[in-house]
């Protein structure tokens, strides 16, 4: 029985091992061959360590490179998108949340229709709507367009966090003298703190990692994204893989340490929202 | 402080009628409990007054100003939930001073008014504290602070005891009312707890089906219940009824149970002659024991102890009844026991379930 | 409401009858419109640039919509369907978007349900464990890719010496360059970064089981694997049957990890349908019939879920 026991138990610990071995050796490598020397990346290629480091590739893509911009105008793109989409999320949220709609079932119905269908099929119709207006080649215009395509996921997520604060709450600050606006933003959103971090979290990820439009939408160096960026640098440059791997390295980061930071709200959160829309 | 006209409301949640025109006057300072089933719509009624809920039709006045179209902040009342509703990111004495700080109340006058409710209510020690660091009784303290410090026009309360155990029940029961003796503020207060009911009331409003069946003081209510819900509701244990009719044999007053005996009465009741009518009577005013021509022979089915006293569960003929003593001696008592129906404390119901 | 009643002091007033009804009025309206304040930025916003722009790629599927060409803008009628129906590009787009979305939803959905379950049990560090192996699930898609496709080149990667290594490759070369084998290069990628997902919505689901369930059917003599199969499986039915249906849609739609890592090579064995779309857009400025092809594409993807949902209610109506 014990002997049993400890062999399950050695089971569980190693498949999780290997899980975590999965999920973090690309990541790993991604680092490995940033950190290596030019002179050692093919000497050195499968190592599991280089038996020297340097910062060589990250000063050079840093000093040398556009790719301080392209990291500022993902910064700013995902930035704002993640709090203009959280803001429009949490009203529209509370609203469904709290309210009796005429003409919810439609509200809802859209949304999830947006979810459904192939956001490729928008590619060419936002591209023609967006030019005459100037919007091509803009971060602006990136705004625009993701916050639109996050919005409806955000609702429903904020939606179930306001469906978990009761209502109780609000009509009591109503009493005390509140209107329902202040209410919402006095006691409601308070409370709803791990939601709203959840929701930039993840509008955050989401449009820091959108490839499709930003290829589409952006052709200059001026305001392209990090993805664009890198991707035109592995087509012109596909053999600096020390200078490429570091500028994933720097792609990695914000949304890593953002996902870090709300990753137990997610698990919380997320799945209610998930599994609703 | 100030009074409560309740016009003819009526609610409709879409076209779900839930209540049928109600009409109360409520008096300044006056403390008024209303009870009914669950489902009855005394919540909804409460909540129409605190301008929670829109009103269907009629009107409802406070300090008689109509207010039908004000939002909750302007109405100037102060509302107790079952729930207590604290809010969880404040200490309790920014849950207690919330109401005046919307109020753009001065610092030093808030600060006075709020040391002043939390000495009443003792909570002196936990003024820092979140209210998820409190107790059940505690937190319902606060919930009793928040309201007090505004001294609002009126008090409603929704059940705000239900989620307390027996004992802290009883002990904020006593508080609410040495509070109302202090502050003489109009309260209208939702209970399912009969006892608390009788004791806070100075008026009883019992609804049924979105309807008032009867208002009156407590005692009114028990000594004279104005139909059969209410005689049925009020009380516990609850009223025996018996279904029946009334009838005169040789002129002397007697009432027959469906498929019982008759059971002859000691004085002729305002009822005609064969009409269809149900009899009823407390059980702590059935007579056990008793001598004299008016005795009956009822089966003793089971004895419950209460401590405070014995419901004996019996059977007369085909119909049950409970009676309720405080005498020990029925502790233990089997087979069957004399009992009598004494005349003053019969309630006679007709047809239609009003009191004759 | 009677205005005028003698009895009453206010009522009388001309000034209360003026202040009061505008307002009683104002905060009917206020009530009614509240609502729609709070969802109306967010509706406007999702009608301008999503619903538009679909019914306006809806009608470019039947124009003729060449960015280049200044005179292009024509009705075509059936004209992109009828080129579509020739478009072997497009066939074997269709049959590879089948085997990406197929084994990539198994094998995520696989993957991610073993990981549910290790999860599920408490153990030391597990909520380090979490973070670490929903990690991937933060990685940009773009990344991701990348990634992959340098782990999978001889140069700098491990995985093709391995491969030779462990005698699967008979020399160490990119799977990505071949056509036999191109295709499970983005699989890989896709199911590293999608089992996180599934994982997830497991999980919680797994956590929403009533833990007594689980004791009581101890108590009646179940083994691990009999509770597994009567309460876990039939608890999550339900989660499992809408994430796989909604993944399958997503999956089918998401064109990043291709584009990056072969962008649809080599000799189109990696194209799918989403990228294929993308291509004919983005390279070949061609709206017209990269909207042609959408539409397809978005009829395909409804006729499925409504399969699934008709297969679920008839499942359901059986027992
Ligand atoms: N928002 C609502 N929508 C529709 N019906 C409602 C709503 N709120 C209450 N009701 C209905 O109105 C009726 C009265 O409800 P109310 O809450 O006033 O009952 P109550 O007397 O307070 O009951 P309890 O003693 O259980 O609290 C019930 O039948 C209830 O189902
Ligand atoms: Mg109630």
Redesign the interface.
């Known amino acids: 029985m014990t002997a049993k026991r400890i062999v399950s138990v050695l089971a569980h610990r190693l498949a999780i091992l290997a899980y975590v071995a999965f999920a973090l050796f690309p990541l790993y490598w991604l680092l490995k061959v940033s950190v290596t020397p030019n002179k050692l990346l093919y000497s050195e290629g499968i190592k599991m360590w280089p038996s020297r480091t340097s910062f060589e590739h990250f000063e050079f893509v840093l000093k040398h490179s556009e790719f301080p911009t392209f990291f500022k105008n993902s910064l700013i793109v995902s930035g704002s998108t993640a709090v203009i989409v959280t803001m429009l999320a949490s009203l529209a949220g509370y609203a469904l949340s709290r309210f009796n709609l005429r003409g919810k079932f439609w509200i809802v119905a859209l949304m999830l229709l947006t979810q459904m269908f192939p956001l490729v099929m928008l590619v060419a119709p936002i591209f023609k709507m967006l030019s005459p207006l100037g919007l091509t080649n803009s971060l602006t215009g990136l705004v625009i367009v993701y916050t639109a395509f996050n919005v409806p996921f955000a609702t429903f997520l904020m939606q179930s966090f306001f469906d978990g604060i ?1 209502k ?2 609000e ?9 329902q606006f ?1 209410a919402f933003r006095q ?1 409601i959103l ?2 709803t703190l791990p939601g709203i971090a959840a929701t930039l979290g993840f509008v955050f990820t989401a449009a820091w990692s959108e490839l499709l439009f930003s290829l589409m939408l952006i052709s200059g160096n001026d305001a392209a994204t990090f993805p664009v960026g890198l991707l035109s640098f592995v087509s012109k440059f596909s053999v600096d893989f020390g200078q490429m791997m570091a500028a994933g390295v720097m792609a990695l980061v914000p949304a890593c340490l953002f996902f870090l930071l709300i990753q137990r709200y997610l698990v919380q959160g997320l799945t209610a929202g998930a599994v609703k829309g | 402080m100030a009074s409560i006209d309740i016009a003819a409301i009526h609610k409709s949640y879409g076209i779900h009628p839930v209540l049928h025109g109600i009409d109360l006057a409520i008096k300044d300072g006056e403390f008024v409990v209303l009870v009914g089933p669950s489902g009855c719509g005394k919540s909804t009624l409460l ?1 129409m007054i ?3 809920e ?1 009103v269907t039709d009629g ?1 409802i006045r406070i300090d ?3 207010v ?6 302007d109405r100037d ?3 107790v ?1 079952q ?1 207590y ?5 404040m200490s309790v004495a920014k849950n207690m001073s ?2 005046l700080r ?2 753009k109340t001065a610092k030093e006058t808030i600060a006075s008014v709020v040391a002043r409710a939390a000495n009443k209510l003792g909570l002196d020690p936990l003024m820092e504290r979140r209210p998820k660091a409190l107790s059940g009784g505690q937190r319902q303290r606060v919930a009793m602070g ?1 309201a007090i410090v ?1 001294e609002p026009k009126a008090f409603l309360f929704d059940e705000p005891l239900s989620n307390l155990d027996a004992r802290l029940r009883e002990q904020m029961r006593a508080e609410i009312k040495k509070l109302h003796k202090d502050l003489g503020a109009t309260s209208i207060y939702v209970t399912h707890d009969q006892i608390e009911a009788m004791t806070l009331a100075d008026r009883i409003v019992a609804m049924h089906g979105g309807i008032i069946q009867q208002v009156g003081s407590p005692l009114d209510l028990y000594d004279n219940p104005a139909n059969l819900f209410v005689a049925g509701f009020i009380g516990s244990p609850g009223m025996n009824f018996f279904e029946g009719r009334y009838m005169l044999v040789d002129g002397k007053p007697v009432f027959a149970p469906t498929g019982g005996v008759e059971l002859a009465l000691e004085a002729p009741a305002n009822l005609s002659d064969g009409s269809r009518a149900t009899l009823g009577i407390r059980p702590e005013h059935v007579v056990l024991g008793a001598e004299g021509p008016e005795t009956q022979m009822a089966a003793i089915d089971l004895v419950e102890p209460t401590g405070f006293g014995i419901i004996l569960h019996l059977t007369l003929g085909p119909v049950s009844l409970n009676a309720f003593t405080l005498d020990r001696r029925f502790l233990n008592a089997t087979g069957t026991v004399a009992v009598r129906l004494p005349a003053n404390h019969l309630h006679f119901f007709d047809e239609s379930g009003r009191k004759v | ?1 009677q205005n005028g009643n003698p009895d ?1 002091g ?1 009522t009388c007033s001309p000034q209360w009858r003026i202040s ?1 009804r505008p ?2 009025a104002k ?2 309206l206020a ?1 009614a419109l509240a609502p729609y304040l709070y969802s109306a930025p967010a509706l406007i916003l999702i009608v301008t640039v999503m619903l538009v722009p679909l019914v306006l790629g809806i009608s470019y599927a039947f124009r003729d919509i060449q960015l280049l060409n200044p005179f292009s803008g024509g009705f075509v009628g059936l004209d992109h369907f009828r080129t579509l129906s020739q478009d072997q590009n497009f066939y074997r787009a269709l049959r590879n978007t089948l085997w990406w979305t197929g084994w990539s939803v198994l094998l995520q959905f696989v993957f991610g349900l073993i990981l549910a379950l290790l999860l599920d049990k408490p153990f030391f560090g597990r909520a380090i464990v979490q973070a670490l192996v929903f990690l991937p699930w933060a990685v940009p898609s773009f990344l991701a890719g990348l990634n992959w496709a340098w782990l999978f080149n001889p140069v700098v990667g491990p995985l093709p010496h391995w491969l030779f290594a462990v005698g699967i490759m008979s020399e160490p070369n990119n799977i990505l360059s071949d056509p036999q084998l191109a295709m499970w290069g983005p699989i890989i990628a896709n199911v590293w970064w999608g089992i996180p997902f599934f994982a997830v919505t497991l999980l919680a689901a797994l956590q929403a089981i009533p833990r007594d369930l689980y004791e009581a059917a101890s108590i009646d003599g179940a083994g691990p694997v009999q509770r597994f199969i009567s309460i876990t499986l039939p608890f999550l039915a339900p989660t499992i049957a809408i994430t796989v249906l909604l993944r399958t849609v997503w999956i089918s739609n998401f064109a990043d990890l291709i584009i990056v890592m072969t962008n649809g090579g080599p000799a189109d064995r990696t194209q799918i349908v989403a990228s294929y779309i993308f291509t004919q857009a983005f390279k070949r400025l061609d709206f017209g019939y990269a909207s042609a092809i959408a539409l397809v594409l978005l009829v395909l993807l409804i006729t499925y879920s409504m399969l699934i949902v008709v297969l679920r209610q008839w499942l359901l109506s059986k027992d």
């Open positions: 009761p109780d709450l009509e009591a600050a109503m009493i005390d003298g509140a209107t202040v006691i308070p409370l | 909540r605190a301008g929670l829109a009107e008689g100003k109509r039908n179209d004000l939002a909750p902040k009342i102060a509302m939930f729930s509703a604290l809010y969880p990111h919330y109401s919307l109020r928040r505004r | 409401m009453d206010f009061t307002t009683a905060k009917h009530d």
